[in-house]
């Protein structure tokens, strides 16, 4: 797959990125009086207390799983529940959509933002900004939507139980770890609020301040674990994937076969026009790119593609990863090209605005992080199965780092929980009304005592859930294959 990306218009095998939306409404601008109405008047019709509820209904966790995999490859579902049954964590993991069914059933605040929409623990995370920095933030938006801010932080709380639960902690550690998260988004709301609108827009967390807090609480063997997880993260980038990823062919650079988990196209398909529709595809998506970025992109030229298996929730899904070359065989650029589907809250909050789905995701992360990838951008494309389907594209690998949750102590859970918490509400704050949620959460921690209930009733609906999975896979119900 040689030569430039070509700059030629769509030959009808691809379509349009997307078309532009409609010119914005008028914004209106209340004071900031007006604003702590708004939050006091939320917390009116929605006390508080309220959140610690979690509404009993009769459904059934394996039906939601079913149904999605009726959209997804056939052959890669089995891992997807593999995966999933592996702890009540896990599962939880892979369980966006059924906690999105129960979160619609319990009261909700009029108070948007723009939601993650899988605010786990897991999805939180160190990778590089344009400017070569470590930072930490939200890192997975397949699921992002507009909608009431404390979706987001019930799952982030439930997360933080059912991690401490699988970690075998005790009730007040898990408790207090719960609570550290929650306390720390309502602090960190507040003092958003106090602050002026560009200094919410640059605040970001980054490597160097990461340390310096885990100094602080008096974390040194976490600490030291962190030094190294980022001089390891320093290292994953597209020279590593090509290090790991690639082999020589009869003279050429290809992407190693390891199925199930990364096939080569050419192993999925014998379309004789394949090369030029791939080229097709990332010209398309091309256009998504400012033009600083798409003059840096068109530098390099296609050399391979595969489809990858990704994730937990994601399984299933169609991910590619395509290898790209700039300036000779040691100058590789890896792209990620992954599925994006309706997120699992529009059927409770609404569709998107975005006539496509990866614009969706793209516009949502740009919104919610601090940094993002310089290669972000979305694509239409009509797949090797001859379906039209939505993408997103970004970096494979960029610096990209997580705490390892598997081997957490309580009180680095703790502190963990509370920097996720604090991001979250970073994240909401460039969104939504910091003021009036601000001024809804209040001084006290009503709201955090609310959600740690909350959190625990989730924990053992999860763990219910979890043993259904476990047990449709046992049944034959289920397929399940394991895969690393």
């Known amino acids: 797959m040689h030569g430039a990306l070509p700059n030629r218009e769509c030959n009808g095998l691809v379509t349009a990125a997307d078309t532009e939306p409609a010119p914005p409404k008028p914004v209106d601008h209340p004071t900031v009086e007006e604003r702590n109405a708004r939050g006091r008047a939320a917390r009116t019709a929605v006390p508080r207390a309220v959140h610690a509820e979690l509404p009993d209904e009769?459904?059934?966790?394996?039906?939601?799983?079913?149904?999605?995999?009726?959209?997804?490859?056939?052959?890669?579902?089995?891992?997807?529940h593999a995966r999933m049954a592996a702890s009540p964590f896990a599962f939880l993991r892979g369980a966006a959509a059924i906690m999105a069914r129960d979160l619609s059933d319990a009261p909700r605040t009029s108070l948007e933002v723009q939601l993650c929409g899988d605010a786990h623990l897991a999805n939180f995370g160190g990778f590089?900004?344009?400017?070569?920095?470590?930072?930490f933030d939200l890192n997975d938006f397949d699921e992002t939507l507009p909608?009431?801010?404390?979706?987001?932080?019930?799952?982030?709380?439930?997360?933080?139980?059912?991690?401490?639960?699988?970690r075998g902690f005790k009730r007040g550690e898990r408790r207090e770890a719960v609570l550290a998260a929650v306390r720390a988004y309502r602090e960190a709301m507040r003092a958003f609020a106090?602050?002026?609108?560009?200094?919410?827009?640059?605040?970001?967390?980054?490597?160097?301040?990461?340390q310096q807090r885990l100094h602080a609480h008096g974390?040194?063997?976490?600490?030291?674990?962190?030094?190294?997880a980022v001089a390891k993260a320093r290292t994953k980038n597209s020279i590593r994937a090509f290090t790991k990823l690639t082999e020589t062919v009869d003279g050429e650079l290809r992407i190693a076969s390891a199925?199930?988990?990364?096939?080569p196209i050419r192993e999925l398909t014998d379309v004789p026009d394949l090369e030029s529709r791939l080229r097709d595809v990332l010209r398309v998506y091309r256009r998504t790119l400012q033009p600083n970025r798409r003059a840096l992109l068109e530098q390099f030229r296609l050399v391979d593609v595969a489809r990858k298996v990704v994730g937990v929730g994601s399984v299933g899904t169609r991910a590619w990863i395509a290898l790209l070359l700039g300036r000779d065989d040691r100058d590789p650029l890896f792209l990620q090209i992954k599925e994006a589907q309706a997120s699992v809250l529009e059927p409770y909050l609404g569709r998107t605005k975005h006539a496509n789905a990866g614009r969706r995701v793209v516009e949502g992360q740009r919104l919610?992080?601090?940094?993002?990838?310089?290669?972000?951008?979305?694509?239409?494309?009509?797949?090797?199965?001859?379906?039209?389907?939505?993408?997103?594209?970004?970096?494979?690998?960029?610096?990209?780092?997580?705490?390892?949750?598997?081997?957490?102590?309580?009180?680095?859970?703790?502190?963990?929980a509370g920097v996720c918490g604090e991001t979250l509400a970073r994240s909401h704050a460039r969104s939504g009304d910091r003021v009036a949620i601000a001024s809804y959460?209040?001084?006290?921690?009503?709201?955090?005592?609310?959600?740690?209930?909350?959190?625990?009733?989730?924990?053992?609906?999860?763990?219910?859930?979890?043993?259904?999975?476990?047990?449709?896979?046992?049944?034959?119900?289920?397929?399940?294959?394991?895969?690393?």
């Open 368 to 416: 919610m992080q601090s940094a993002s990838d310089i290669f972000l951008g979305w694509n239409r494309t009509v797949g090797i199965d001859g379906v039209e389907r939505d993408f997103y594209v970004r970096q494979l690998w960029d610096w990209k780092t997580s705490v390892d949750l598997a081997s957490v102590k309580p009180d680095g859970l703790a502190f963990y």
């Open 259 to 263: 199925p199930p988990l990364i096939v």
């Open 219 to 228: 974390l040194r063997p976490a600490g030291r674990a962190f030094e190294r």
């Open 194 to 210: 106090g602050m002026p609108n560009l200094v919410v827009w640059y605040a970001r967390l980054d490597a160097h301040d990461f």
């Open 441 to 484: 959460l209040g001084k006290s921690d009503a709201f955090d005592r609310a959600l740690a209930e909350f959190a625990a009733a989730y924990a053992d609906r999860t763990e219910r859930d979890h043993a259904a999975l476990v047990a449709a896979i046992e049944s034959g119900r289920l397929r399940s294959a394991e895969a690393a």
């Open 58 to 80: 009769e459904r059934d966790p394996v039906a939601t799983l079913e149904e999605q995999a009726r959209a997804r490859v056939p052959e890669l579902v089995p891992i997807r």
């Open 147 to 166: 909608g009431p801010f404390e979706w987001d932080v019930k799952r982030l709380a439930a997360s933080v139980e059912v991690a401490a639960r699988d």
């Open 128 to 135: 590089a900004s344009p400017e070569r920095t470590l930072v």
